[in-house]
């Protein structure tokens, strides 16, 4: 059984049960490693199973018939010729005694708003009306095109500044505007009175779209008043089985949901897709398991999206490049319902750069459009793109180098919290001076300069950033279980979505046990054989869940302890667990497999629960963007040569998924920044982008495949594995980072997303 | 028909692998009247089909014969998920070695042609080395687009086993990763040509 643990190695010390433990050495044996993904099989051989690859017995397809209009009444829906089509088992719409099974449920943001399944008034381009079931996915889709209803077209309005003028269409009774939220700490007057330079200007970032790989849609399947859904979400309990089993009228424990895998998320998976519910409907009328795959058309409204800004920011500096006060307004659009509009809208301005004075003001509006998601770092990257590219026009206004200007303003506390609590480490420094020289900003910078009259222009930017959250957000409870033979099984409720989360807890485990990861096994995502817990968003499962899962292996070794003690006859403070046996200082020793504790018994468990930050401090994840790109003049056409990440993310567990949330935050904030834009029809309020070529996504030839990362480690012990989450952070600065590079090699200032050609002939 | 409606239905409701895609009816797809000559071959003129009648047709996938039976208006793959319009490559298979969406192929196109999936370059029960490379290299996150990924790599390198850093970039630019792996990808497809 030797094989299964690695020989000789020294683990860390087992504390006494109720005592913490000690923080692991800075240097680890298996955590902080490059090691392969334990799932890296399954994904490359076709093996992983997303829920479109589950057939039943007696499967029936699903389809879903979307409003074609902006705002419209459905007046009625026939459905007769439909229900004669071959191979069709059922028709649902909102008539249907089935669509009220259903009970609306609140959004992600507001639980007050209700989503309505097929509702009478249609509010956006893609909102469901009806649905079918059928014996293959072709007929079901004939039979939604037979589905004949009537609508009342009424006027509509898509874009939110228009929405808040007067005489605009009303898309909710109330009014267009929402709600207006804001924040004000010291006298804004004062600031910028005392401030050497004020400058304005007006910007804008585009709503952009999660664009999940996989669409939305899952197989539902009754067993008796059971349900199993297999789907793709961040959370099988939140917010998956929470909101269906709500929305259906189900026990907690007679809705289960699995989600091994999930094609995506970027936060577009933290609340449920309406299909969610439709295949269970449609699988309770007919009796028989249904599935549901959207298309990718209908991916885009109803996949959720990150609202678009229209920001006003004020400035004042102080000629040595000291800020005096930030004066922040945003108009932004959750859609047609209250869905977190203006969620998070301000949190760079709040706190990052230390700033006495500040005032922020967000309004959210409805309009008729489909509803906003968070999606990665909420609000963040938006709030950047202007506040970013300010910081740069007033360092140029002050003739000073943008880094030295950011560098004026580093804060150790949080600036928002009553208390000014202390960060628990604060990299924001080290990120911005490191990065700096390990891109060679400013030799980058005077080559570049020396390009200005050239058709071909090159222009170095860079960009700061942080996040709300990335902390411990309970609960989660991790069992561990070490069976007779050595080999480790945990049970977790956390989602993997491609985040590495399976591959970080194998490592944890392996580093505190000395067992090798392949005789891990990781049961996750699956409400029937795991335990509650929070939603993978607001980049906590690492935070979260490592230290738990610590806990539960260190509980394991306490048991091995005491059972080990028995049999050797020795105190249990004289043993320690090594290389897969229980030495004593004596000497004395017995093999893991051998405790007669865990012969007798079969099996130990250690049970975990999430623990909390630390109370009167503040947890916070820092990073610092660096770039060169290169712009043609002539066709305004640009690439990004040249990327740098420095993040202060506490303890890296898992290198390779570290790197690969650094890769993907920065290419999607370099989406944002160059090419996605949601477009409506101006003259039928129709959504027009609805496909990858009208919706650009960065493809492998828009991103530095030569991307650097530059690890910033301050030896965070906030928790015992000292791991901030590191999946949100690097979407927030990309966007402005390009835009100021383009400006330091165009002398043109972007203020609106995205840069490209069309804006030269706006 | 009627016989082989029931079979259809028997098979389509089996499996639960992507691994087993090709495998079952759902996936078969099948030529309009008559034209396509994609492949270089000709389909039969006389082959005029009804756009609903379940067709017969003979697949040749990771060098095994299926027999499956389709609608003549599905397209191949069509229960592999994707864009269905020949957008973000996740459906790329190699018929007869070249790197094609499934989505935007018809089954009478690939009929008689070697056609290779993800799947298919396992060897055995281990990884093929274009595989191994991407599982090294950590080419992937969610994994959705993967298997796309993969045979692009892998038709890259059997038409170019050699190719530059503007190769593999060019080879790769028909296949979205919403994740942005895109360095990892790069590095994989140059690990893979290294291995090969």
């Known amino acids: ?762 | 028909m009627k016989k082989d409606r029931k079979e259809q239905k028997g098979k389509v409701q089996k499996g639960i692998t992507r691994r087993g895609f090709l495998t079952t009816v759902g996936v078969g797809a099948v030529g309009v009247a008559a034209s396509s000559t994609l492949l270089g071959q000709k389909a039969k003129a006389e082959e005029v089909r009804e756009a609903k009648e379940l067709t017969k047709l003979t697949l040749v996938v990771n060098g095994r014969r299926r027999r499956v039976l389709a609608e003549p208006r599905w397209t191949l793959l069509y229960v592999l998920e994707g864009c269905g319009r020949g957008e973000c490559g996740y459906c790329t298979v190699l018929i007869d070695d070249v790197p094609r969406y499934a989505c935007m192929t018809l089954a009478v196109e690939a009929e008689g042609a070697k056609i290779t999936t993800v799947e298919g370059l396992m060897k055995g029960e281990e990884l093929g080395p274009v595989q191994d490379a991407f599982a090294e290299e950590d080419g992937f996150q969610c994994g959705f687009c993967t298997p796309g990924q993969i045979m692009a790599a892998e038709g890259l390198l059997r038409a170019n086993p050699n190719p530059t850093s503007e190769e593999i970039l060019e080879g790769m630019s028909g296949n979205i990763c919403r994740c942005g792996s895109y360095p990892q990808i790069f590095k994989a497809v140059k690990r893979a040509a290294a291995l090969k």
């Not at chain 1, 000629?319 to 969620?343: C, E, K, P, V």
């Open chain 1, 1 to 762: 059984m030797a094989s299964y643990y690695e020989e000789g190695v020294s683990l860390p010390k087992t504390p006494k049960p109720g005592e913490e433990p000690e923080p692991w050495p800075r240097k680890t044996r298996v955590v902080g490693t490059r090691m392969r993904r334990v799932d890296a099989r399954e994904r490359v051989s076709g093996e992983a199973v997303y829920y479109d690859d589950i057939s039943l017995r007696g499967m029936l397809y699903g389809a879903i018939l979307r409003c074609p209009h902006a705002n419209a009444m459905v007046k009625n829906v026939d459905t007769s010729a439909a229900e004669r089509m071959p191979g069709v088992h059922a028709v649902i719409h909102g008539g249907s005694p089935e669509a009220k099974q259903y009970t609306p449920i609140g959004t992600w943001a507001d639980p007050t708003a209700k989503r309505e399944l097929f509702p009478s008034h249609c509010r956006y381009h893609g909102e469901p009306v009806a649905a079918v079931a059928a014996e293959t996915p072709y007929q079901a889709w004939d039979a939604v095109r037979a589905i004949k209803v009537d609508y009342d077209v009424l006027p509509f309005v898509v874009d939110e500044v228009e929405a808040l003028k007067p005489g605009a269409p009303r898309v909710r009774e109330k009014g267009n505007k929402r709600v207006t939220d804001k924040y004000e700490r010291g006298d804004l007057d004062k600031g910028f009175r005392e401030a050497d330079v004020v400058l304005e200007e007006n910007y804008r970032v585009e709503c952009q779209f999660h664009d999940c790989p996989e669409p939305a849609g899952g197989v539902a399947n009754w067993d008796g008043d059971s349900l199993t859904l297999w789907i793709g979400t961040q959370g099988v309990f939140h917010p998956s089985q929470a909101e269906i089993s709500a929305g259906l009228g189900l026990p907690l424990s007679k809705c289960r949901i699995i989600s091994k895998y999930s094609g995506g998320g970027f936060g577009g998976r933290t609340h449920v897709y309406l299909a969610d519910f439709i295949a269970p409907l449609l699988a309770k009328k007919t009796g028989r398991p249904v599935k549901i795959a959207t298309t990718r058309e209908e991916s885009y409204p109803d996949g959720g999206n990150a609202p678009p800004h229209n920001m006003k920011v004020k400035v004042g500096v102080k000629r040595d490049g000291t800020l005096t006060a930030y004066h922040y307004a945003t108009i932004n659009t959750g859609g047609a319902i209250s869905s977190g509009g203006i969620f998070w809208y301000d949190r760079p301005y709040r706190d990052l750069y230390l700033c006495p004075n500040v005032l922020t003001e967000g309004t959210d509006v409805y309009v008729n459009g489909p509803p906003s998601w968070p999606m990665r770092a909420p609000c963040h990257p938006q709030a950047a793109w202007a506040m970013e590219q300010m910081m740069d026009t007033l360092a140029e206004a002050i003739g000073m180098d943008p880094v030295e200007m950011r560098l004026k303003n580093m804060p150790t506390y949080a600036q928002d919290i009553e208390g000014n609590p202390p960060y628990t480490t604060t990299g924001l420094r080290e990120c911005i001076a490191d990065g700096a020289k390990a891109f060679g900003w400013k030799e980058a910078r005077r080559k570049a300069e020396r390009t200005r009259k050239g058709e071909i222009r090159r222009g170095v930017g860079m960009s700061s950033g942080s996040f709300e959250m990335a902390f411990i957000w309970p609960p989660t409870t991790p069992i561990l279980k070490l069976s007779r033979d050595g080999s480790v099984k945990l049970s977790i409720g956390e989602a993997d979505m491609g985040t590495g989360t399976k591959t970080a807890l194998s490592m944890v485990i392996a580093e505190e046990l000395g067992i090798k990861p392949e005789f891990i096994h990781v049961e996750h995502a699956d409400t029937g054989t795991t335990q509650v817990c929070q939603v993978s968003a607001g980049s906590r499962t690492i935070p979260t869940s490592t230290p738990a899962v610590r806990e539960a292996a260190i509980k394991i070794k306490q048991q091995l302890l005491d059972m080990a003690a028995k049999d050797l006859k020795v105190d249990p403070s004289d043993l320690v667990v090594e290389g897969g046996q229980i030495v004593s200082t004596g000497g004395k020793k017995v093999k893991i497999t051998d405790v007669s504790g865990l012969k007798d018994r079969m099996v130990i468990v250690g049970v975990a629960h999430a623990g909390a930050n630390p109370p009167g401090k503040r947890v916070k994840p820092f990073c610092a963007h660096f770039c060169e790109v290169e712009v043609n003049m002539k066709t305004m056409e640009v690439k990004v040569l040249r990327y740098l990440a420095a993040h202060e993310s506490g303890r890296v567990i898992c290198k390779v998924g570290y790197e690969a949330q650094l890769a993907g935050g920065v290419t999607q904030g370099i989406g944002l920044g160059l090419s996605e834009a949601r477009v409506f029809d101006r003259q039928t309020g129709k959504l027009l982008t609805t496909n990858m070529h009208d919706y650009k996504v960065p493809t492998i030839k828009d991103v530095p495949t030569g991307m650097e990362y530059l690890l910033i480690d301050k030896n965070d012990t906030f928790s015992s594995t000292g791991a901030k989450g590191v999946g949100e952070p690097p979407k927030v600065p990309p966007a402005a980072a390009v835009a100021n590079a383009v400006y330091h090699a165009t002398g043109i200032r972007f203020t609106k997303s995205p840069i490209n050609p069309l804006q030269l002939g706006a």
